[in-house]
């Protein structure tokens, strides 16, 4: 498993980015995240509300991805139960 955060944030970071939001950010934070979608199987959907996670969700799908709102639900994890 990955989260795409682990990409982007230093990258964020080097490009000078101060906040969330801010030019640098956005120029980089959610291209990598949907750049990395296209190397996945699967997403697994956590948390609360999230406008950025909704955005994934729906890139996810475009590209016919399995969605999961649970690790019970993925097949691999219920095998162990």
């Known amino acids: 498993p990955v989260v795409g955060e682990w990409f982007a944030l230093p990258l964020v970071k080097l490009a000078g980015s101060q906040h969330v939001g801010d030019e640098p950010f956005n120029e980089i934070f959610h291209p990598i995240a949907e750049r990395l979608l296209e190397h996945?199987?699967?997403?697994?959907?956590?948390?609360?509300?999230?406008?950025?996670?909704?955005?994934?969700?729906?890139?996810?799908?475009?590209?016919?991805?399995?969605?999961?709102?649970?690790?019970?639900?993925?097949?691999?994890?219920?095998?162990?139960?």
């Open 40 to 81: 996945c199987d699967a997403v697994l959907r956590v948390g609360g509300p999230s406008q950025g996670a909704d955005l994934m969700i729906r890139v996810a799908q475009e590209l016919g991805l399995q969605i999961f709102h649970s690790a019970d639900e993925i097949p691999a994890i219920r095998a162990l139960a």
